[in-house]
């Protein structure tokens, strides 16, 4: 018997038969949601072998391994209640933690409230960059529904829709995609003087496409201001949501996209990094969730024309949906983006 969990984490027991049959069963749904191929016999294989190994921990190949990047790492302590400033906890995770890559963010993590402590953020980073050597990304949320009723002044669009105002949600979601855009530009111009290596969108288009069509204009107005600047643009779903339903971007209609769409359309606004996410099924098990997730990240990265960054963590990419996600899922995971779904990092 092989002991494995369900995507709300709770361990299972399965034979060898009903995780194969659970693993073809997740490729064959990726690959027909997303409309992209499935995975090989030869990668069902390596998946069988890599979620039965009977150890807890399983990890690459050596010489497979994967850059890492990581978001809002300064709210894993404050939230904890540990009184340690921000500038020392990117000290703890590049000396301590052997962090790849480091990641500013402020306590409430989304673009709209950074704006008001702007000269807060930027000397945490300056600071920051004096004592460090990794590189280091100021992390957002572009979390576009703060710009609604009652948070923010636009009229919101899912208490107009349900009163057949149809046309009115679309315009009000337009209005809060442009000061959404407005609130990011001002916050990379900012975290540039400050000198951030790059910026970090984090669960981008969880507001739907025009949350997702605010994020990419920024992204290209940065661009075109800031040649060097990295931008690692990461995804809040596997499909982009249609609350707009009409938005377009370059030509392109951004609701349904998946994330091998979604990584083309952030290499052509001028994104560095793509953060492909897949979301985890809770009623269903692990090695149907990871299969899943790995169909749909391969095939991104095949096509995608940037590096991708899988989210693998707390209810995507195949990882359970807890809050502290468990090792043996995560290393599992982890090990199959980077040997079969050849991803650039995590």
Request: aromatic share 6%; glycine share 8%; hydrophobic share 40%.
């Amino acid at each position: 018997m092989i002991l494995t969990r369900m995507g709300d984490g709770f361990f299972v027991e399965m034979t060898e038969a009903e995780v194969r049959k659970d693993i073809e069963a997740g490729v064959l749904d990726g690959s027909k949601k997303a409309k992209c191929p499935p995975l090989t016999e030869d990668d069902i294989e390596r998946l069988m072998d890599i979620i039965c190994d009977k150890r807890k921990f399983v990890s690459v190949e050596r010489g497979n391994e994967l850059v890492l990047t990581y978001d809002s790492q300064p709210l894993k302590f404050t939230r904890l209640g540990l009184p340690i400033a921000m500038p020392q906890i990117m000290q703890t995770y590049e000396r301590a933690l052997m962090a790849d890559t480091l990641e500013m963010a402020y306590v409430h993590y989304s673009a709209k409230p950074v704006k008001i402590i702007l000269p807060e953020e930027q000397y945490a980073v300056a600071e920051t960059l004096l004592t460090t050597t990794p590189t280091l990304l100021y992390g957002f949320m572009p979390n576009i529904p703060m710009y609604t009723k009652p948070d923010g002044p636009c009229d919101n669009a899912a208490e107009l829709m349900p009163k057949g105002f149809i046309k009115e949600a679309q315009e009000a979601q337009m209005e809060a995609a442009a000061m959404l855009e407005s609130d990011i530009m001002m916050l990379g111009n900012a975290m540039q003087e400050a000198g951030a290596d790059g910026l970090d969108f984090d669960t981008t288009a969880a507001g739907g496409d025009a949350e997702f069509y605010a994020c990419l204009r920024a992204v290209e107005r940065l661009r075109e201001l800031y040649p060097e600047m990295n931008i690692e643009v990461g995804m809040a779903g596997e499909f982009v949501l249609g609350f707009h339903g009409e938005v377009k971007y370059k030509g392109e209609r951004l609701a349904g996209m998946y994330p091998h769409d979604q990584c083309k359309m952030i290499a052509l606004a001028g994104g560095n990094v793509a953060g492909a996410v897949v979301n985890t099924n809770s009623n269903r098990s692990f090695p149907w969730n990871l299969a899943r997730a790995v169909t749909m990240c391969k095939y991104a990265a095949e096509v995608s024309p940037i590096p991708v960054h899988a989210n693998v963590g707390m209810g995507v990419g195949g990882v359970p949906m807890q809050i502290t996600p468990p090792i043996d899922c995560v290393s599992r995971a982890s090990t199959a983006m980077a040997e079969i779904g050849k991803l650039d990092g995590l």
